[in-house]
């Protein structure tokens, strides 16, 4: 079993440090440490307890790392790491590895040795990036390794073990290995930012000894901390207030919590063992061909609707193809995706008209980031590339036609909206939907041609819908949530531009490849 | 209707060019691409579907340069690569509904011509099912009815029959045999039987070297009076294997027959027998550089 367990970490591992994207993404977080250390007269400061920021000393820049890893690293790296097994599954080695002797619990040790080996990696090259920091800005130069070393062994090792077992978690269930996995992941990560503020552990725990130490010098404690990215309130006195901390006082700090965090880990992980399937199911679910009575009747109930639209664009051959691309985005969901869609767009005729704009349409676009997020790489994860690009009009014409199709099935789960907006002559509401719609369509295709994986859209969609329409954060509420404010900084004008130039970006490689 | 490839060149990042200076003149019929695995013959495929660009040279459509103008050729090909995928979710119908939207063919077009293919592909009665329950034989037909939808005037097929049955692949040599009147169908293969009854014209392919375009009857004119067969005991088969071209051995009760392609007697009582097009191939493959270049020579003349 141990050389089972070895080989599978062996081969994981290497397989993911062999991709160019792991030294990008080793980069990218060596420049995320940088950046959280600004110069005491840079423009913006991260880290501050009542308008102070310590001494860059080991003690200040181990511990504010720490900060950082444990609040940020539980998201950038879950969808870093995530996917391990659809992998296997995917590149069709799943069936060599099950006709092997394999178990189920080497198999999941391996990658979970893999994943947690990988956010070693970056955990590694951030604590290297910080210490280069110290140095650099030189506040204090002597290096003193135990402050870098304890905070991240207390707080962030065992955040970083929860995060590779529930990697696997996500990666063994069927429904939580795609797009509403990643969505429902972002979710959990925002209620554990939430609960980790309330608790007297991690973010809380450091913050207060940063505090306690500010009171020592006899600065009175207001309790207001920064832990995020934010202007640099001082800098127009000159600097941001600095002092002297000596670092955790490890002598009171309540080691229990981090023991049941790795506790619950091994936990995860065992259960993720009994969820893994050992590849019974296939790379592409196979669905059955014979329908069900729910099917046909999802089906009869469409029929009208598909008449219609049929009878509306089959004379010309751009409206036959948006067509086309409409039925390639809407096929194959899951019939109580059909059911909750038709719900809501009903349900935005009938409620009250808060309620429309402040929760019904955000969850009416939210169920659509699936059905977008495959927009730009399509072609290439159904390995119909060859099929599609052969083709005389794939280039142009049928780029078009898909940006058209995301359009449309977003507007048409607005449409309750839309029809009671008419009928109450808010145009600009209108119009704003639809500009905001052509945003998002635009934003997942330019996504998916760069990133050619749809996570990227499902991630920085739901961070934008949750800053925009749940926020009203009014240059991305492309929902209208705040008509008033959204009109009064013209966010129609702003989000077409956006979208023409987000299908710029998205066009050029398509059509640098037709010519 | 004629395609020129001129020069045709294709180097990635290992020292051996994929495609070494092609120059071919194809026109109407079929033309069989054999080769080894690793040949240049996806390569080559690629390039002429418009999909890749060489490192240098020309390929001509009709006289019009389709590097520069890929969208004159797209118009009139027909593709079929070695690998694809399908939307899963789709039925067939739909996949090849939406494909002959993207070829530019009209509703009622593409309704006639998909009913069409679906019945001559005996897929009518899953048509209806969606792609994802298709096994890899019934996707593979669903392939080869999606390059046939626009009528192509060039068609492009890579390793066609692979997942077929025995009882399809005949059908789609007939169907290729009766479509190769007025159009280019390029064939490729390293299944020899696919291509000799059918094809009008062969090209061998070896590390990206065009060693030999010719007829099939050509080919097997070169090699007339170099194919043998001998009975050997068992003992001695490895060594004639490294001496000699084996291209088939049979365990008999007294030794092994042995089919070998050499232009000398491989033993005492070898008997001089016709060649096959297996024979060609196998030669092709396992002989040295050299000797294929002065066989083509030899053919050519």
Redesign the interface.
């Known amino acids: 079993m141990k050389n089972a367990i070895l080989a599978t970490w062996r081969a994981d591992f290497t397989r993911r440090q062999r991709n160019s994207s792991f030294i990008v993404t080793l980069l990218c977080m060596m420049v995320l440490a940088m950046i959280y250390f600004p110069a005491i007269d840079a423009a913006y400061q991260t880290v501050s307890v009542n308008g102070y920021r310590g001494i860059y000393n080991s003690a200040w820049v181990g511990t504010t790392l720490a900060l950082l890893d444990v609040s940020f690293l539980p998201l950038i790296c879950f969808y870093l790491i995530k996917g391990s097994i659809e992998f296997d599954r995917n590149s069709h080695s799943s069936e060599l590895i099950a006709a092997t002797s394999v178990s189920k619990v080497a198999y999941i040790l391996g990658k979970f040795l893999s994943n947690f080996s990988v956010l070693l990696c970056i955990l590694g090259s951030m604590l290297l990036t910080a210490i280069c920091i110290q140095l650099w800005h030189a506040e204090d130069s002597t290096l003193e390794l135990s402050h870098f070393i304890l905070p991240q062994l207390l707080f962030v090792v065992p955040t970083l073990l929860l995060v590779a077992a529930l990697a696997l978690i996500f990666d063994s269930v069927k429904w939580l290995s795609g797009g509403v996995g990643n969505v429902l992941y972002f979710f959990l990560f925002m209620g554990s930012l939430v609960g980790l503020s309330l608790s007297d552990w991690g973010t809380q725990q450091i913050l207060m000894q940063m505090q306690d130490g500010l009171s020592a010098l006899g600065v009175a404690a207001e309790g207001h901390f920064r832990i995020g990215f934010g202007p640099n309130d001082a800098a127009v006195a000159g600097a941001i207030k600095i002092f002297r901390w000596q670092g955790m006082n490890y002598a009171t700090v309540n080691w229990w919590p981090s023991f049941t965090i790795v506790a619950l880990s091994l936990l995860l992980l065992s259960l993720a063992m009994v969820l893994f399937d050992r590849f019974k199911r296939p790379a592409?679910?196979?669905?059955?061909?014979n329908q069900s009575k729910l099917d046909s009747l999802i089906a009869i109930g469409f029929a009208p609707l598909n008449l219609l639209f049929d009878g509306l664009t089959?004379t010309f051959?751009f409206t036959?193809?948006v067509r086309?691309e409409v039925?390639?985005l809407l096929?194959?969901w899951p019939n109580g995706w059909y059911l909750l869609v038709l719900t809501l767009v009903i349900a935005q005729c009938l409620v009250e008209p808060e309620w429309v704009s402040g929760a019904i349409l955000p969850a009416a676009w939210l169920l659509c980031v699936v059905v977008l997020s495959p927009l730009g790489q399509r072609e290439a994860r159904?390995?119909?590339?060859?099929?599609?690009?052969?083709?005389?009009?794939?280039h142009y014409r049928?780029f078009l036609a898909m940006f058209f199709a995301g359009v449309l099935v977003l507007l048409f789960v607005s449409s309750g909206a839309l029809l009671r907006f008419a009928l109450t002559q808010q145009y600009f509401a209108i119009g704003l939907l639809v500009s905001g719609a052509c945003a998002v369509v635009a934003l997942a295709i330019v996504l998916g041609v760069l990133t050619k994986t749809p996570r990227t859209f499902e991630i920085v969609f739901t961070l934008l819908w949750y800053m925009g329409p749940l926020n009203k954060l009014v240059y991305l509420d492309f929902i209208g949530v705040d008509v008033v404010a959204s009109e009064h900084v013209n966010a129609t004008l702003i989000f077409s531009l956006s979208t023409l130039m987000l299908l710029a970006l998205a066009a050029y490689p398509r059509l640098h490849r037709?010519? | 209707m004629q395609l020129d490839i001129q020069h045709l060149q294709q180097n990635y990042a290992q020292a051996k060019p994929a495609l070494n200076d092609i120059n071919l003149t194809l026109h109407s019929g079929i033309i069989g691409l054999l080769g080894p695995n690793g040949a240049g013959k996806s390569s080559l495929m690629?390039i002429l579907?418009?999909?890749s660009q060489p490192s240098a040279g020309n390929v001509l459509w009709n006289g019009v340069d389709v590097l520069?103008k890929?969208?004159v050729l797209?118009?009139e090909?027909g593709?079929l690569?070695q690998?694809?995928?399908?939307?899963?979710?789709?039925s067939a119908w739909?996949f090849l509904?939406?494909?002959a939207?993207?070829?530019?063919l009209?509703?009622q077009q593409a309704k006639t011509k998909i009913n069409e293919l679906l019945h001559m592909l005996n897929l009518a009665d899953?048509a209806k099912?969606?792609l994802?329950?298709f096994s890899g034989g019934m996707k593979q037909r669903v392939?080869i009815a999606?390059a046939l939808l626009n009528d192509p005037k060039l068609l492009i097929v890579d390793e066609p029959t692979v997942g077929l049955d025995p009882q399809e692949r005949a059908r789609f040599r007939d169907l290729l045999s009766d479509m190769s009147g007025d159009r280019i169908i390029i064939l490729s293969t390293h299944i020899v039987s696919d291509v000799e009854s059918i094809a009008d014209n062969i090209a061998m392919l070896r590390e990206g070297e065009l060693l030999a375009y010719a007829k099939p009857e050509s080919l097997l004119a070169g090699l007339r009076h170099a194919v043998w067969q001998c009975t050997v005991p068992k003992v001695q088969v490895a060594a004639m294997a490294q001496q000699f071209c084996i291209s088939q051995s049979v365990r008999q009760a007294d030794g092994m027959q042995l089919r070998i392609v050499s232009h000398e007697s491989p033993c005492a009582g070898a008997k001089n027998i016709p060649p096959t097009l297996e024979d060609v191939f196998l030669y092709y493959c396992q002989s040295s550089q050299s000797e294929s270049v002065t066989h083509a020579q030899e053919v050519a003349a």
């Open positions: 592409s679910q196979v669905r059955k061909a089959r051959a036959r193809l086309l039925m390639l096929k194959g159904s390995f119909t590339s060859a099929l599609v690009f052969s083709t005389s009009l794939a049928q037709a010519n | 690629r579907a418009t999909l520069r890929p969208a797209r118009r090909l593709y690569p690998s694809f995928g399908v939307y899963d979710n789709l739909e509904h939406y494909l939207g993207l070829k530019g009209t509703n899953v099912q969606p994802g329950s392939g999606q």
